[in-house]
């Protein structure tokens, strides 16, 4: 089966949000949405979420899932607002729960903070497999990044997340608590493993040196041969060591602390104070 699949770039934040739907019938998912978030006023707008709703009503659409595929550090996810807008239900793997532990202790939530992915409307093993209409998805979980990193299988089409980048930008950082090197290589070795023909959607881009326009789509094919960072059968050993060294020079995403208050909730703000309002914190010293 080959899917439709249609992408949407927030440039702001350097995201790719998609619409995956079925080559003939109307059902469709939602893949690692965007609420846009103005940081300094703490203000949030659904800009980039009302692209994708006109997009689903213009078209017909049947919203069938709205899936994450882990915990976004750099954004803040929109599926709240567009289930609320569009229906479908809201997914994640079930390895949230350790993200959730982690950083419910980070944030210093206490026991009103629920952890155990409750949050969500359905958690994902790996192996497992669900519906989007007529199509089916196979959930595969790769872990390196952050514990509860899935990739989507569907078709002939592979969504990686931050798991792999465009080949000639590499792989994803894996310094964030929970993350590894050595478990992003194994899970990359599995998604490689699909067939060379099969078309892979990253979850961000940032323009390579050298590359003049922006780019998310690669296949399993390029990425064996052409990845800077894995290509051409680079041993585990070296890659850990590379990515380990990389990693210690990079710092924290811009819209960390917000993003992953978020997104540990399915896109939930923190619950309101007894003013009515919601709070973001910032830890001192701590990431």
């Not at 109307?26 to 009302?50: N, P």
């Not at 939530?109 to 998805?137: C, H, K, P, W, Y």
């Not at 051409?232 to 060591?241: C, H, K, S």
């Amino acid at each position: 089966m080959k899917p439709i699949v249609d992408a949407f770039f927030d440039e702001t934040t350097n995201t790719v949000s998609y619409i995956v739907r079925e080559p003939e019938g109307q059902s469709c998912a939602i893949i690692d949405s965007v609420l846009d978030y103005d940081q300094a006023a703490g203000r949030t707008d659904t800009s980039s979420a009302d692209a994708i709703i006109a997009f689903v009503k213009v078209n017909d659409l049947k919203v069938a899932w709205i899936l994450e595929s882990h915990v976004h550090a750099d954004h803040l996810s929109a599926a709240p607002y567009l289930q609320d807008q569009l229906g479908g239900k809201i997914g994640i793997g079930t390895q949230i729960t350790v993200v959730q532990d982690t950083f419910g202790k980070v944030f210093n939530e206490g026991t009103a903070f629920q952890r155990d992915g409750s949050q969500f409307d359905a958690l994902f093993e790996d192996g497992e497999s669900l519906n989007i209409g007529q199509m089916r998805v196979d959930v595969m979980h790769t872990p390196g990044h952050t514990p509860a990193c899935l990739t989507y299988v569907i078709g002939d089409t592979a969504f990686v997340g931050d798991t792999l980048f465009m080949p000639d930008f590499g792989t994803a950082r894996c310094d964030f608590p929970g993350g590894s090197a050595s478990d992003l290589y194994q899970s990359i070795q599995r998604i490689l493993s699909l067939p060379d023909d099969t078309r892979v959607f990253v979850g961000h881009d940032y323009k390579a040196p050298g590359r003049d326009e922006f780019a998310w789509e690669t296949t399993i094919g390029e990425q064996k041969a052409l990845n800077i960072h894995i290509g051409e059968g680079r041993p585990m050993e070296e890659f850990v060591t590379m990515r380990t060294a990389r990693d210690g020079k990079l710092g924290m995403p811009r819209l960390i602390l917000p993003s992953i208050q978020t997104n540990m909730r399915a896109g939930q703000m923190p619950e309101p104070e007894d003013d009515g309002k919601s709070y973001f914190k910032v830890p001192i010293n701590t990431l």
